[in-house]
Structure formats: C-alpha cells, structure tokens
C-alpha cells in the first residue's frame, strides 16, 4: 500500500506594530554642522563669482552687438550728411538759379535801357554792414 504523505500547511501570521517615532530627535555633532555650514557659505560664495562672471560675459557680448549697430548708424548717418551736402552745394549753384530763372520763371537780363543809376545823395555814409547766415551757428 502506498502511504500519502501529508503536507501540513503553514500558516503565516502577520502582526501590525504601532511605532511613534516623533519623539525621537537625531543629535548632530556641532563639529559637523559648523563644517556644513562653511561648506554651504563656500559654495554660495564660489557660485556668487560665477553669476557675476557669467553676468560680465553676456553684458559685454550685449554691448558689443549694441556697439555694432551704433557704428551701422554712424555709418548711414555719415553717408546721408555727405549726399544732403552735395545737394546743398547743387541747390546753391548760380548756374541752377539761373536755369530755373529762365526756364520755369521766364526772366530775361535787363536791357542797358531799362536800368538808371543813381547817384548817392552828398552827405551820406554808409553804415557798417556785415552779413549774417541765418543758418549757421555763431
């Protein structure tokens, strides 16, 4: 005859514990803290260095683009001032003037008959005369 075997069967028990551990407070040793306090202080001072590098580098990257583009406008400026100079000389041409007097205002030159002279009264001066440019600076 055949014996069976009998498997006996565990049984696993499982207890839940309540533990309160808010009253516990870990002592950190005053040389370790005064040690962490200086590594931190270091850091933030190394780390204040490299925003204040970091901060110089970029402004002088922005200064030299804001740079660049004040010497394109001096540039423009220069090439508009010598243009509105060679049209101020053109503009004052007597040659021009003359044209313009001819052409579009039909003047003629007087004939010898239509002008007189006159003859300074006896007595008269002539007061200093200077001329003026209205435009220029003094």
């Not at 040659?95 to 009264?121: F, N, S």
């Amino acid at each position: 005859m055949a014996r069976k075997k009998r498997t006996a069967a565990m049984l696993e028990f499982q207890t839940v514990k309540r533990i309160d551990n808010s009253r516990l407070v870990r002592h950190v040793e005053p040389v370790k803290m005064r040690n962490y306090y200086r590594t931190v202080g270091l850091g933030g001072i190394v780390a204040a260095f490299f925003m204040l590098y970091i901060y110089q580098h970029f402004r002088c990257i922005d200064l030299s683009f804001q740079l660049e583009d004040v010497r394109g406008r001096q540039t423009e400026a220069a090439a508009l001032n010598s243009s509105l100079k060679l049209e101020i000389a053109s503009l004052r041409n007597p040659m021009r003037i003359d044209v313009i007097a001819r052409r579009q205002l039909g003047l003629t030159e007087p004939l010898p008959t239509q002008m007189q002279e006159y003859d300074a009264p006896s007595g008269a001066e002539v007061a200093a005369a200077r001329y003026v440019h209205p435009n220029r600076a003094q």
